[in-house]
């Protein structure tokens, strides 16, 4: 079964932010940060429940290549990605209000 994915207005400015810091690195690195979030988005459309809970009901995809996770919830056949947070970022002092 292949899963819809829904994006938080959080995760959606999250991922804006770090492809624009990777851009002013290199030219072209953000874009690479951008085909890594797609390759780890098809695999969470294909099997999201591989990934371990880090909090409960919210699991964590990393993405190849950069130090980021797709922190994720699943309702029936949908993904709601919550928030794409760099490694050194916890989770556990994310605001309760999602």
Known sequence: MAYRLKFSTRA?????????????QSPG???EFIAAMELQLKRL????????????????ALLPRFPYGL???????VVHVLA???DARSPSRWPKSR
């Open 45 to 60: 459309e294909q099997g999201p429940l591989l990934y371990a809970e880090v909090i409960p009901s919210v699991r964590r």
């Open 12 to 24: 959606l400015r999250e991922t804006g932010k770090a492809q624009e810091w990777y851009e002013l």
């Open 29 to 31: 690195l953000g874009e």
């Open 71 to 77: 922190f994720y919830a699943v309702q029936g056949d």
């Open 84 to 86: 794409v947070l760099h």
